[in-house]
């Protein structure tokens, strides 16, 4: 029998970029769940953890507008092989010391120890301005939703299997006698290795698009044609992270305190929700295509918000569990949609610097956050910080809706015998 054929779309290129966005999954599937763990472990608690997560979320910032504003320039592939050596030496750095401050830097720079909760796992950190730029760019407008779905779709499959390995340190506890702590290391050692793959991945794909003017004929670094829709972005997205930072970094934390959870019980329930999120993903681009993206991301957003106010009222582990699969598996198919989105209504030379300036201020919102959120968990409450998340996440819904819903992305417009400004666009 013959194998099956790949759709057209899914070029050389584009494989090879799945398969370093899978290798980072991989990894990034358990290390959502040991490292606040590892962190208890070894003498943090709540508040420190808001610490870590807040300046963590400070420094990637920074270098986030550093990649965002050079990768149109200089490329997107150096910054996909740079980012996952830190990431391998980060991860390193992270069973050698106990220190805060180091532990900190490294956290930032390897992009390790942000606690992001399951699904997406493959997309977060510095380089992703030119990983999204890139996937863009080896795209068709037509196929572009069908592109973003896919690479969504093989993170979900890849994380499961990483939320599963974050058993290992039960194992090593139960049965070969390590001590907690140490039981960890193995996987900081193995998303080591995993960094390196991610990086050799990334060497035999090919950049085409044409970059922006050179510095010396284009002195300003800031985009000009997209500047409107990126400040609307960035509007929509300094909300997002504001609500996301109250609650996402502190998933796997929430459930061990509430529910006395250890890493292989939290790293089950995330392989369960990556798994399921697989599904949305593949259903992301028909709903697109029927009810429009922006009336997709809204409608998504708003079934997570519910969801998500639901989730720490429930009494017992599996109530609470069920809530976030479902929360989770819902709103992970806006993902693709909202990357594909802000990718086809902003000018394709200027990609890059579009996906890391509308990107920032989530950033930095949602560096903010976690370290009031931390001294909540610590001190206050269990369960207001979620609230807070979900009212922030309903604000945010609302405001895409108010400035994106006539805004439609080129392929939307090609289906239609009107422009976009046609009355009700």
Do not use: C
Not at 409 to 423: H, L
């Amino acid at each position: 029998m013959r194998p099956p054929r790949l759709p057209p779309w899914l070029t050389t290129d584009l494989r090879w970029v799945i398969a370093s966005r899978s290798a980072r999954s991989l990894s990034q599937g358990y290390l959502a769940v040991i490292i606040p763990l590892y962190l208890l472990q070894i003498g943090f608690n709540g508040f420190t953890l808001g610490e870590l997560f807040t300046i963590g979320a400070i420094i990637s910032g920074l270098l986030t507008v550093t990649v965002s504003l050079l990768a149109d320039r200089v490329g997107r592939k150096p910054f996909l092989i740079v980012f996952p050596i830190f990431s391998a030496v980060a991860a390193i750095v992270f069973i050698a010391t106990r220190d805060f401050w180091v532990i900190v830097v490294a956290s930032a720079l390897g992009t390790l120890g942000r606690g992001g909760g399951a699904g997406g796992a493959g997309q977060g950190g510095p380089f992703y301005p030119a990983q999204q730029a890139l996937i863009a760019d080896l795209s068709s407008p037509t196929d572009r939703n069908k592109v973003f779905a896919a690479f969504s779709f093989t993170d979900a499959i890849a994380s499961t299997t990483g939320a599963l390995l974050a058993a290992i340190p039960d194992v090593l506890v139960t049965h070969a006698g390590w001590q907690p702590a140490d039981s960890y290391k193995p996987l900081f050692v193995l998303t080591s290795v995993l960094s390196i793959l991610v990086m050799l991945a990334i060497l035999p794909v090919h950049e085409t698009v044409k970059r922006r003017a050179p510095f010396e004929a284009r002195p300003s670094l800031l985009p000009r044609k997209s500047r409107n829709v990126i400040g609307r972005l960035a509007l929509t997205n300094f909300v997002n992270g504001l609500g996301v930072g109250f609650f996402a970094p502190f998933v796997a934390y929430w459930f061990n305190q509430r529910f006395g959870a250890g890493p292989g019980t939290i790293g089950f329930l995330f392989a369960v929700v990556n798994l399921g999120a697989a599904i949305p993903y593949l259903i992301a681009p028909t709903l697109a295509r029927k009810l429009g993206l922006v009336n997709a991301v809204v409608g998504i957003r708003l079934g997570g918000v519910g969801l998500l106010a639901l989730l720490p009222l429930m009494p017992t582990f599996f109530l609470a569990a069920t809530v976030y699969f479902a929360r989770m598996a819902l709103q992970r198919a806006s993902i693709p949609l909202r990357q594909s989105y802000s990718m086809g209504v902003v000018s394709s030379e200027e990609r890059s610097a579009a996906a890391g300036l509308s990107n920032l201020p989530s950033q930095l919102s949602a560096a903010a956050s976690p370290l009031v959120a931390g001294y909540i968990f610590q001190s206050v409450s269990l369960e207001l910080p979620f609230e807070i998340g979900a009212a922030l996440q309903l604000l945010n819904a609302a405001l895409f809706f108010s400035l994106f819903r006539n805004l439609r992305p080129p392929e939307e417009i090609a289906r239609t015998e009107q422009p976009a400004t046609s009355p009700g666009a």
